[in-house]
T-cell receptor, first 112, second 111 residues
Framework: AQKITQTQPGMFVQEKEAVTLDCTYD???????LFWYKQPSSGEMIFLIY??????QNATEGRYSLNFQKARKSANLVISASQLGDSAMYFC?????????FGAGTTVTVRA | DGGITQSPKYLFRKEGQNVTLSCEQN?????MYWYRQDPGQGLRLIYY???????QKGDIAEGYSVSREKKESFPLTVTSAQKNPTAFYLC??????????FGDGTRLSIL
């Protein structure tokens, strides 16, 4: 299995501030996809953002942006203007040959 | 609405019993997946299927079995050989390299 590393088990952020969640991976395949998912306490997995390994520009989706540094095998998620509803577990994942491998996740708690 | 339906939401298993978790999708996706999630951890791939009548083992397939007789359905059986089955099980589907859509999950516990 591929190794996906999320070094921050938990983070606190003040409402309306930005937060960056770290993710590194170790795939040797030149073609892969990077995903971030949000998992609220209810358990469902919500897709947030996708970056292809050949995409030249960093992906953005509303308040979510992905800081993709291919040479460093890093794909950090930036959440801008945090809201209370952003409190959840966040998972980084790498898709390679139909298999999606997940990191251990980072718990984000947004404080009012 | 299109989506993935997992049932039941909660399931209890007795020692030595096989149980089957249902996963149905009406998204017309070719690929389907089963993941296991333990408390406070990420998802681990159990089995996946790219087309009907074909499936591959994931990273933790021991003690589990699947079938893919129809495009819409990918049931997972947790056999008595799985000694620690208590977990949250998530089913997903996708088209090629597109984002995977997930069901709401099944929580399995041992009686």
């Amino acid at each position: 299995a591929q190794k996906i590393t999320q070094t921050q088990p938990g983070m606190f952020v003040q409402e309306k501030e930005a937060v960056t969640l770290d993710c590194t991976y170790d795939t040797s395949d030149p073609s892969y996809g990077l995903f971030w998912y949000k998992q609220p306490s209810s358990g469902e997995m919500i897709f947030l953002i996708y970056q292809g390994s050949y995409d030249q520009q960093n992906a953005t989706e509303g308040r979510y942006s992905l800081n993709f540094q291919k040479a460093r095998k890093s794909a950090n998620l930036v959440i801008s203007a945090s809201q209370l509803g952003d409190s959840a577990m966040y998972f980084c994942a790498v898709l390679n040959d139909y298999k999606l491998s997940f990191g251990a996740g980072t718990t984000v708690t947004v404080r009012a | 609405d299109g989506g993935i339906t997992q049932s039941p939401k909660y399931l209890f298993r007795k020692e030595g019993q096989n149980v089957t978790l249902s996963c149905e999708q009406n998204l017309n996706h070719d690929a389907m997946y089963w993941y296991r999630q333990d408390p406070g951890q990420g998802l681990r791939l159990i089995y996946y299927s790219q087309i009907v009548n074909d499936f591959q083992k994931g990273d933790i397939a021991e003690g589990y079995s699947v079938s893919r007789e129809k495009k819409e359905s990918f049931p997972l059986t947790v056999t008595s050989a799985q000694k620690n089955p208590t977990a949250f099980y998530l089913c997903a589907s996708s088209i090629s390299a597109k984002p995977q859509h997930f069901g709401d999950g099944t929580r399995l516990s041992i009686l």
